[in-house]
């Protein structure tokens, strides 16, 4: 199924010689459609950019052992978190390219102030079909409203457990009640596409797949069960703690029955199965079934740096470029050649490792707070 996307924008890029449309309509709130039509921008695997991550903030209200476990941060400088409306003019730019998708991330998103101001602006831009959301849903229900108002088109709200006790031990918040009334409060609003993602590690939350999937069906959301990524922040990851696809696969069939594939053509990272009883659900295999030939994500950090690939070492520094006042055809020059070069397989490349461990020590994760999770936005 990747193949095939794979294939057909290699083919769409050939046929049209390529990466174009830099900087064409590149100013925030362009024409609706203006580059409609336009050729993908592909990188030296063939893979288009199509979708945008946007970490809005390095700061979290919780600690989950998996991504924040550590004591102290060193933060993002906050006057070099970009502003909304240099955020937009930024996407603005990449929709130029061919991005019609963005995820407002963290951080935890909604600590940054009056985000559906981001949404609204984002929104002008015709040429995003989509502007979602990736949360740990504290401040979810207070804020959906403004959210939704603005535009928001869909809530992914991670959920890793049931229980209010193993929450707090996960999270070292007391604030479990606080993200199921979140999630309820998507539910009665009925916006569609609720997902709920849930990393799943040995020996923490293992037990709870079967319990996670009666609760999506109960609140209309589709359940994805996330294998533990050695990713920066990660420094208590050990192979060990990783429950693979193919093991949740077999868990969840011997107690709900045969489960069956989903076909899709959609680039996104899960694959999706269907249960007898009609429950469908989502998981994303990156640690031990990568999904790195379809990727066409690009993540751009709270500061401005555009990182091509989860697992990247090195970023792109956008923000100077931005504040220095160049404009869209030159930002739009900046991504497209850093696209162009793209031939990042970073999660493939972490499988291939005979011994594996945390891809980063805590002094390295200290000295570059880039590196983290939550910096990347997930
Ligand atoms: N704070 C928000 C949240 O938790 O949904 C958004 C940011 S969080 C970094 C984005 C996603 O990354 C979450 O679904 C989280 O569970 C996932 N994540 C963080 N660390 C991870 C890890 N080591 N392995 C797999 N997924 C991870
Ligand atoms: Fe947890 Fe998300 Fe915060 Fe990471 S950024 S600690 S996953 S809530």
Known sequence: ?????????????????????????????????????????LDRLGRPLRSLRISVTDRCNLRCAYCMPEEAYTWLPREELLTFEEV???VSVFTSLGVDRVRLTGGEPLLRQDLPELVRLLRRDARLTEVALTTNGVLLEEQLP?????????????????????????????????????????????????????VVVRGTNDDELDALLAFGQQVRAEVRFIEYMDVGGATRWAPGAV??????????????GPITPVPTQSSAP?????????????????????????C???????????????????????????????????????????????????????????????????????????????????
Not at 5 to 13: I, V
Not at 158 to 187: K, W, Y
Not at 243 to 256: C, D, P, Y
Not at 358 to 369: G, I, K, S
Request: contains cysteine; proline residues 4%; charged residues 25%.
């Open 1 to 41: 199924m990747g193949r095939c996307a794979l294939e057909r924008g290699a083919r769409t890029g050939q046929e049209s010689g390529m990466a174009q449309a830099a900087g064409s309509g590149a100013a925030a709130g362009g024409a609706p459609g203006a580059d409609a039509g336009r050729a993908a921008l």
């Open 88 to 90: 937009a003019r930024l």
């Open 146 to 198: 403004g959210l939704l108002e603005a535009g928001l088109s869909r809530v992914t709200v991670s959920l890793d457990t049931l229980r209010p006790e193993r929450f707090h031990a996960l999270t070292r918040r007391n604030v479990h009640g606080r993200v199921l009334e979140g999630i309820a409060a998507v539910a009665r609003a009925g916006l569609p596409g609720l997902k709920l993602d849930c």
């Open 243 to 256: 429950v693979s696809r193919a093991e949740m696969l077999e868990r969840i069939g011997a107690h709900s």
């Open 270 to 294: 899960a694959e999706r199965f269907v249960l007898p009883d009609g429950t469908t659900f989502g998981i994303i295999a990156s640690t031990t079934a990568p999904f790195c030939a379809r």
């Open 296 to 378: 066409d994500r690009a993540r751009l950090t709270a500061d401005g740096t555009l990182f091509l690939c989860l697992y990247a070492r090195q970023g792109v520094p956008l923000r100077e470029a931005l504040r220095s006042g160049a404009g869209p055809d030159v930002l739009a020059r900046l991504v497209s050649s850093a696209w162009h070069r793209r031939d990042a397989r970073g999660a493939e490349e972490r499988l291939a490792l005979i011994e594996r461990q945390p891809l980063a020590r805590r002094e390295e994760l200290r000295e570059d707070p880039r590196l983290e999770m939550h910096t990347r936005g997930g």
